[in-house]
């Protein structure tokens, strides 16, 4: 290259590195119907797997009868649980240290509970199989309310534990009882509250709701009893983790299992966990010796793969009079249906649900999590959300707007006045967290500037003044929320998954004439890491983004990695990129002096290349030091250019964020209309500003679902009422509102290029700003909490509630 014909503007812009709005290079094939999913593998001789599912949400099995079912054409196998308990497979291990039945173990616990797995050489066989296969049931008592769990008289649902007296997490009150987690000073905080000139409290529940992606869960499983090799593609968002698990629950060798994660549609958390179908799959696979596929529908994915949420948090704050806060209590009752099989590291039962705190300084704090067993679903994974994070930030936001409406304070002035500080930061919270860098204040007044919130404030004044003339039957809310999230999980010794430990990693293989090749232990579901990886690598080793290959998926070719959920890719896979490349430019920095003939210490790094110290025609770019890596190195260096890094991070990273809902509402239907959605973002240094935009867009349209409808409900009798997109909120283009985009940048101190997570901020921030702006509407006719989510059905009660209307 003439570095001298070029600018440094073209060579930067050259480059498309981190700050460029890039457009995302796996678009080409996802727009042309090119994508590589699951459902695309097809092996020759390929069977087909499928579930007999439970009809009962609690019963006893008193007999499984396959005969007709293994005389329909075209279904070669059944497997139960007895087959299963052959190969020691009937029941798996939890992420959560639970266990859970893989094929219905003498009785079943939920609906749509996996109960025999029929193959077949087609999926029409393996459903009529389905309907042959005779099972007989005797109902027993149904268990739904978590609050009457741990009744005297509950019945027992998990007969297997019934006398466990200890859980992962300390002593269980009741054969129903999970753990009891707690977390801060009681009787500090006790003492709070008997001080406090103003306390609150309430049960603020955030339901149960799912993540659906629009790519189901499935699997192809392919054993060869010749190599002894088991090959499993997966729409697994941490297919290193599936390996490890397959080869201590099967013990085939780890080197022998390949795990391959394609494109994934979506996972939102729903992909993380381990389920049936793909034990299923992998036995069948074995028994046959043939490839068998796995294809979750819809109703399947929405009542039997993991949920999200369903916790019930009793929270309690104490202030002063001017609105200092001095302590905050929170009781959790957890929900986790017939199998703890949360995804949460292991030292935390309840995620990282202790960030409950927020963004306020609470001089003290107590938390107390009790999870119990329900005749639902087992899952509780993190839609969305960091580890419980979602379910905390919903919590004190309520519980903040609910204290300045008792206080008679302006919701924004009450979080002016608690705010941590910048110079309070990095910040120590009385649950336990250190968070490494913020500026609330900033953030909150550019929102209240944008928007101009003293304008909005007049107008719901006078709108509400309206209202009590009976000018008008819409009403007008305000929906502030400023969350701070934590995301990035390890450091691996706080963190780990049934003792996995949690940190990521990358490969960077640079190749003769300048272009390369990266590997992570990440997996893309759609957040455009093929997009923004290449873009951290570009602007670190001066290599256009275009010449950089990202791949992930391969457990065979990518490094060890933990995975893709959590925002956790950019803290912790995000830094592993930039410390590989770092590495890989101090070898090229050699390079480079020993073809410019001088000491590396004279060098200096000049966008794409490095520059000897005050002679700036005397270049070598990283092209030409590719070249030489190769074909001319130093005498006694090796040749190549190429690094790995396996990044631990000292701590998780804080990204926080200032959003403002305005929705009216019509009283007299409950149809609410979202006015405005602002929504301001910091997540540090920006690799991609197009892509931060497109995951915020994202998120926000998925906490418009979960906050306006989006719910898994069950019946008393435990049948699943919203078991398909016909009752399941899924909104379209047509309810979805527009988004405006905002940001600050506070880089995190501690990542190597300070960027921190922002995939899920959306959906931790969203939830309670559409939530408080429902409340906040209604609040001047005397409520004070109205649970979610706000459909037109609730809006219409809580305003009959209220005696507004008739
Ligand atoms: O772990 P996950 O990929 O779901 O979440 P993330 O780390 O928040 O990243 C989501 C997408 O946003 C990725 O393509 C990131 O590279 C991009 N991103 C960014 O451009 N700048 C940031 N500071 C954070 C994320």
Not at 305 to 328: N, P, Q
Request: hydrophobic residues 40%.
């Amino acid at each position: 290259m003439n570095e001298m014909t070029v600018t440094r503007e073209e060579r930067e812009a050259k480059l498309e590195g981190m700050g460029c709005k890039r457009k995302r290079v796996e678009d080409i094939r996802f727009t042309q119907g090119k994508g590589n999913y699951v459902d695309d593998v097809k092996l020759p001789g390929m069977l087909h797997g499928d579930f007999v599912r439970s009809p009962h949400p609690h019963a006893r099995i008193k007999s499984i009868d396959k005969d007709k079912a293994l005389k329909v054409p075209g279904v070669l196998a059944v497997l139960t649980a007895e087959d299963l308990k052959s190969v020691n497979l009937a029941w798996m291990p939890t992420l959560a240290g639970d266990v859970q039945m893989v094929l219905a173990d003498d009785k079943v616990l939920f609906q749509n509970q996996e109960v025999a797995f029929v193959v077949a050489t087609d999926r029409y066989a393996a459903d009529d199989g389905i309907n042959a296969v005779e099972v007989e049931y005797e109902a027993l008592p149904v268990l739904i309310d978590p609050f009457h769990s741990m009744d005297p008289d509950a019945p027992v649902l998990r007969e297997d534990i019934k006398d466990k007296k200890d859980g992962a997490h300390g002593p269980r009150k009741h054969p129903n009882h999970i753990f009891e987690w707690t977390v801060g000073d009681k009787d500090l905080t006790d003492a709070a509250f008997r001080k406090a000139e103003v306390t609150i409290k309430e049960l603020i529940s955030y339901h149960r709701t799912h993540p659906s992606p629009l790519e189901t869960c499935q699997c192809v499983c392919s054993f060869d009893k010749v190599k002894g090799e088991l090959t499993i593609w997966g729409t697994f968002q941490a297919p290193h983790v599936i390996r490890t698990v397959v080869a201590l629950i099967s013990k085939i060798p780890e080197h022998k299992i390949h795990v391959i994660s394609p494109d994934i549609g979506g996972g939102f958390g729903n992909k993380v966990g381990a389920y049936p179908g793909y034990i299923c799959s992998a036995v069948a696979s074995i028994v046959t010796g043939k490839p068998v596929k796995w294809v979750e529908d819809r109703i399947e994915n929405l009542t039997s793969t993991s949920f999200a949420r369903d916790y019930h948090m009793t929270t309690e704050i104490a202030a002063t009079k001017e609105g200092m806060v001095t302590g905050l209590r929170v009781h959790v009752l957890a929900d986790h249906g017939a199998f703890d099989a949360c995804a949460d590291p292991s030292k935390w039962p309840a995620g990282f649900f202790n960030i409950v705190t927020g963004s306020y300084d609470f001089p003290t704090a107590h938390l107390a999590v009790d999870g119990v067993y329900t005749n639902k679903a087992p899952g509780g994974v993190a839609y969305r959300c960091s580890f419980r994070v979602t379910e905390a930030a919903y919590c004190i936001e309520r519980g903040m707007n609910i204290l300045a409406q008792k206080l008679g304070m302006d919701p924004v002035e009450l979080r002016l006045k608690n705010f941590i500080r910048p110079e309070q930061f990095p910040y120590h919270s009385a649950l336990g967290w250190e968070y490494d860098s913020g500026d609330y204040h900033t953030a909150i007044k550019k929102m209240m500037e944008t928007v101009d919130y003293a304008g909005l404030r007049r107008e719901q004044a006078e709108k509400r003044d309206a209202f009590k003339r009976g000018e008008t039957r819409e009403i007008m809310g305000l929906g502030v929320s400023f969350f701070t999230e934590i995301v990035g999980a390890g450091p691996s010794k706080n963190c780990d998954i049934l003792g996995i430990a949690m940190f990521d990693s990358c490969e960077i293989r640079l190749h003769p004439t300048g272009a390369g090749i990266a590997r992570m232990g990440t997996k893309s579901q759609g957040q455009g890491h093929e997009t923004t990886w290449a873009q951290i690598i570009a602007t670190e080793l001066g290599i256009p983004a275009d010449d950089i290959m990202i791949e992930e998926g391969n457990t065979d070719t990518a490094p060890y990695g933990l995975g893709t959920y959590g925002s956790r890719s950019t803290p912790v896979a995000g830094a592993a990129i930039a410390m590989a490349a770092r590495k890989v430019k101090a070898k090229a920095q050699m390079i480079a002096a020993y073809m410019l003939e001088v000491h590396e210490d004279d060098l200096e790094w000049d966008i794409d290349g490095f520059r000897v110290k005050g002679l700036p025609e005397r270049f070598k770019s990283m092209k030409d030091i590719c070249w030489a890596a190769y074909n001319a190195p130093p005498p006694g260096m090796e040749p190549g250019l190429e690094a790995v890094s396996y990044y631990d991070p000292p701590n998780m990273t804080y990204p926080f964020g200032a959003y403002l809902c305005v929705m009216d509402i019509d009283v007299d239907t409950g149809v609410y209309k979202v006015r405005r959605f602002y929504a301001l973002d910091d997540c540090g240094t920006r690799i991609n500003p197009m892509i931060i935009e497109g995951q915020v867009h994202g998120g926000l349209t998925e906490a418009f679902a979960i906050a306006m409808g989006q719910e898994i409900r069950y019946d008393n009798d435990g049948n699943v009422v919203t078991g398909s997109f016909m009752d399941f909120f899924m909104p379209t283009a047509v309810e979805t509102p527009h988004w405006e985009t905002d940001f600050t940048v506070t880089p995190s101190p501690h990542h190597p290029i300070g960027a921190k997570g922002v995939g899920e901020s959306p959906n931790v921030g969203g939830v309670p700003a559409f939530s408080n702006a429902v409340n906040d509407a209604f609040s001047f006719l005397g409520s004070t909490h109205i649970q979610m989510p706000h459909d037109f059905w609730r809006n219409w009660q809580a305003a009959k509630n209220l005696g507004v209307i008739a």
